[in-house]
């Protein structure tokens, strides 16, 4: 007779976003079919004796291989980052198919299904990145692809290649709430920022840390509120990506206050980088914490743990942006130290981004482990269409575990699993990492060996989000 499970993880303390218990996870087919105390054997058998076992991460923000004017190139492509991912206890991504100006949707969304197909390892989803709403677009394109499971987009107010004005949002926005998807948007004034990159350049300074001078909090409070009213106007929830600090925080909570359905997200280097990461004097090394916004102040990383804690943020995700520092392609090509605003915008972190958070917000008792779990997997699962197969454990879906090992050890950049040559976290102490993360029932990192084939991720077709504020 064949046994009733593939595989029985026993002995687990089960943390979901709403309980912790303990119990024995019978799977079959990738698929949890029962949850109980001494369930009959499985073909085979994981004894978490007793430590914590969570839903894997779903990571609702990070770039693989994204198109960039040359010679800038990302680190990680499909192949390496969802390793990466994968051993950091992640196993389900979204990353973006981001469409060129003149581009259509469609060819986008092939060009990054062709560069995914074969490598990834762990299920992913693409957002679209809509930088040309040209009327076929917004008309024809995005109701199909919708349709299709990209049911979520990002917008850009800032980047010159990105950006879009004030009624191409509107337009987005508009198709957003006609078929039901979210729209994300990076929210920072591009005309601010470019007058106050002029001035800086021509004073003579161009280090790495003149980048957070060039960027500060207003240009995201103002540009989040712009959205936030866009949003209002148009009668649509949206998302505002990667909250840096207070001044953004209070848009968001002054937004809901008035009954506007605004969802909010944050990332680990608002709350473990501040502004000095970027170099105290002109030190070039600080150009490996370069991103847009930039980390701001511990005052305002305070704000971003209350607001972790407070149910201000819907999700956390990496927005893992991967270039290396001393490479032809990144962030120091040849030996040279371009000025701040031609420093290539991001930082690696899909795989520190669960065990950062579990080891300062749960065991540092700054977030409950239920806190968690709804951060990092069930809310962007709900988000972006994914739940109830991602994101929880429960009856139905998808085996995606990662069987935590709470013990001390010190991040070093040859721990991790990427194609970037640095960790922006190098020396920071961690007090847990995944001893074991399994994706839809196959153990692809056991604590020290990753074993998953390239290809075996499966493109996720999304449904409509499920959550509201
Ligand atoms: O600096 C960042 N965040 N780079 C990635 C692109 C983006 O805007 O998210
Ligand atoms: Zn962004
Ligand atoms: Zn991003």
């Excluded at 790495?208 to 540009?223: G, K």
Aim: hydrophobic share 40%.
């Amino acid at each position: 007779m064949s046994a009733s499970f593939d595989l029985v993880v026993r002995n687990a303390r089960i943390a979901t976003a709403s309980d912790t218990f303990h119990a024995d996870i019978g799977v079959k087919g990738g698929v949890i079919t029962q949850l109980g105390i001494g369930l009959p054997r499985g073909e085979s058998e994981i004894d978490a004796r007793g430590r914590v076992v969570t839903p894997c991460g779903v990571d609702g923000h990070c770039h693989l291989d994204q198109v960039i004017p040359p010679p800038v190139r990302m680190a990680d492509d499909f192949l390496s980052g969802t390793r990466s991912a994968a051993c950091g206890g992640t196993t389900t991504i979204i990353p973006f198919a981001a469409q060129q100006k003149g581009e259509s949707l469609r060819s986008a969304v092939n060009e990054y299904h062709r560069r995914a197909e074969g490598r990834a390892s762990i299920d992913y989803g693409f957002h679209l990145i809509v930088t040309d709403p040209a009327p076929d677009v917004v008309n024809r394109e995005l109701p199909q692809l919708i349709a299709e499971g990209y049911t979520s987009f990002k917008i850009y107010m800032t980047y010159d290649d990105l950006r879009l004005n004030d009624r191409q949002m509107l337009e987005v926005m508009a198709a957003a709430r006609k078929h039901g998807a979210m729209t994300l948007v990076h929210a920072e004034n591009a005309d601010c920022i470019e007058w106050l990159t002029e001035s800086l350049l021509n004073a003579g300074l161009t280090a790495p840390r003149y980048h957070a001078t060039s960027r500060p909090m207003l240009v995201e409070r103002e540009a989040t509120h712009r959205a936030i009213s866009f949003a209002e106007l148009v009668d649509v929830p949206i998302v505002i990506v990667h909250v840096s600090g207070r001044e953004a925080v209070e848009q968001i909570q002054w937004a809901r206050n008035r009954g506007i359905n605004i969802f909010a997200e944050t990332c680990p280097q608002y709350l473990f980088l501040c502004a000095e990461d970027l170099g105290i004097d002109d030190d070039y090394h600080g150009a490996k914490c370069v991103c847009s916004p930039p980390p701001r102040d511990p005052a305002n990383q305070k704000v971003i743990w209350r607001g972790l804690a407070d149910g201000t943020f819907t999700i956390l995700s990496s927005d893992h942006a991967p270039f290396s520092f001393d490479d032809p392609h990144g962030k120091q090509p040849n030996g040279e130290q371009p000025a701040f605003p031609y420093i290539p915008n991001g930082i690696p972190g899909l795989e520190t981004r669960m065990p950062l958070l579990y080891t300062e917000g749960v065991l540092a008792g700054r977030i409950s482990l239920n806190r968690f779990v709804e951060l990092t997997s069930t809310n962007p699962a709900k988000l972006y269409g994914l739940h109830p197969k991602k994101g929880t454990i429960a009856i139905g879906a998808d085996a995606d575990l990662v069987i935590w090992d709470e013990a001390e050890r010190v991040l070093t950049n040859d721990m991790l699993h990427h194609a970037v040559d640095y960790t922006p976290y190098e020396g920071r102490r961690l007090r847990a990492w995944p001893g074991m993360t399994l994706s839809r029932g196959e153990v692809v990192w056991d604590g020290a060996t990753f074993s998953a084939t390239a290809g075996r991720g499966q493109f996720l077709r999304r449904g409509l989000p499920s959550i509201r504020q």
